[in-house]
């Protein structure tokens, strides 16, 4: 294979794991599109989160028997001093 272009891209991937903290606006999932936005997400393929706090997964089964997975921000509760 002449060019290397046989090989898969390496940035289409999870960019953050079940979890972990995020930051607004920071890449989730780049070129996915069998995962969903849910919850403080937004985008197609490329998702990023809305809000602070930590990312979860859910699925979701659709009238047609598949399951879909989302990706979702639980939002960060600021504690009031």
Do not use: I, W
Request: charged content about 25%; aromatic content about 6%; proline content about 4%.
């Amino acid at each position: 294979m002449t060019g290397g272009f046989s090989r898969p891209k390496k940035d289409r991937m999870l960019k953050v794991s079940d979890g972990q903290s995020v930051k607004t606006g920071q890449l989730l999932a780049r070129g996915m599109p069998h995962y969903k936005a849910g919850e403080n997400v937004s985008g197609l393929s490329n998702m990023h989160a809305l809000c602070n706090g930590k990312l979860y997964f859910s699925k979701k089964k659709t009238s047609h028997g598949q399951v879909r997975t989302f990706l979702n921000v639980r939002p960060q509760v600021e504690k009031a001093s």
